[in-house]
């Protein structure tokens, strides 16, 4: 129960003290640092939300347990205090509680799956008629339209669809840009990371991590693959095909918005804190390890604070 | 052999460069590749039919086939829908220029008409 209730700390840390840490990296990081920490956070709230329920639902002891003996001597006087029914309702309530918060991901994650064949079956049965095809390492569908845009689906294989309006309104290395930025999504799997924080997100709302984690992993992803096209072709030509899409599709008059005015910024310093391998070591594990680490810390001066008061 | 939604694009694209209404022999000898069988090309302009892409009238024993919208219209259509989509389902689209505010999706859409006919 000790330990189950450490792990209930840590998750209770993450959920809802990591996304301030989070956002505060975005100041000295680079996006892929940030990127690892929002992913190694997610990752550590869902594993000490899974040990906490697996602990306290064990028969008995859990064989984890044993190893946290000697912290938890301090708290087994405060724990004998406590009625024998209320450790089992504890116990009952966790258990309903997380068997509903799966059933709701679950469902949440269907949804998202229909939605996704109901997009890939338009593009089969719609887009791919109006279209040109070109086949190459990523599939790309060309529509005949002036405006211009580009967007990468997700499949198996995934593929881009973009207009001819990019071939217009674009010098030949900007249209290249788009498209390599477009490639680095499929490449790099961007579409899964942003369904699963989608899909936690629609499923637990109420948790700061999972509810900040899909508008602040999404620009990520962006700068991402902006950074990718970067490489492939150059910032200049990412930073400029932005500039002109943004321009010909929502129209000089209005502002950039947000969104695309930082990663304007991040193109505008291309090698601005380039991350170190001891910066990705960090990234992924400190967030279970220092809250872990926190928590522990706080059950001790609670335990401690309850067996000297219990005196 | 060709890909079936490959061969829809080749047939609508036949019958959007005719300037009248084809028959199914007539598509076929639009079409780049010569080879292909009347049944196929049936099949598919049949699909397209019941897609709604193209629409038909019977002269004597044959359909004549046309389009049901210009390929601008068609584009245009495509385009409205995968934008109107793409707001539900932001991580299975991901745009090179996000749509983020709501004057961003109306400028957007000034640059497409309006939608004529529901498909599908």
Redesign the interface.
Known sequence: MTLALTFVVTAALLGFAAPRVLAQMARYASPRIQLLGWIASLVAFGYAVISAVTIAAWPNHAPAEQITEIWTRCLSSAAHAVQPWLDELIIAAAIIVAIAAACRTMLCARR?KR??S??LD?H??????????EEGEHRIMW?????P??????GKPGFV?A?EGLTACLTPRERQA?LA??HA?LDHR??RI??V??VLDAALPFIPLLHQA?AAV?AL??YE?DRSAANATSAQAVRS??VR??EN???AK?PP????RSRLQHLATPYRDRPTVTGYIASILLPLTATLTLAIAMMTTTSLLLHAASF | MKHL??L??DV?NALWDADRPMSVHDIIDALPSHELAYTTILTVVTN?FT?K?VTREKVSRAYLYSPAET??E???S??R??LD??R??????????????P??LD??R???PPRRRK??
């Open positions: 998202q939605a996704r109901s997009i338009y089969r049965d719609v887009v791919a008629v109006v279209a040109r095809t529509l005949d339209h002036p405006v845009m580009a967007y990468s689906v997700a669809v207009t788009v930025h477009e999504h961007h579409h942003q369904t924080c989608g899909p999404a992803l962006e693959a095909a932005l899409v943004t599709s929502f129209g209005l918005s947000p969104c695309t | 939604g490959s829809e694009s609508m397209l897609k892409f390929r601008e068609a584009t245009s495509t385009l829908e995968i989509t793409s539900d389902s932001p991580a299975v689209l991901m745009h090179f220029a996000q749509t983020i505010t004057e961003e400028a957007l000034d640059h497409l498909r599908r």
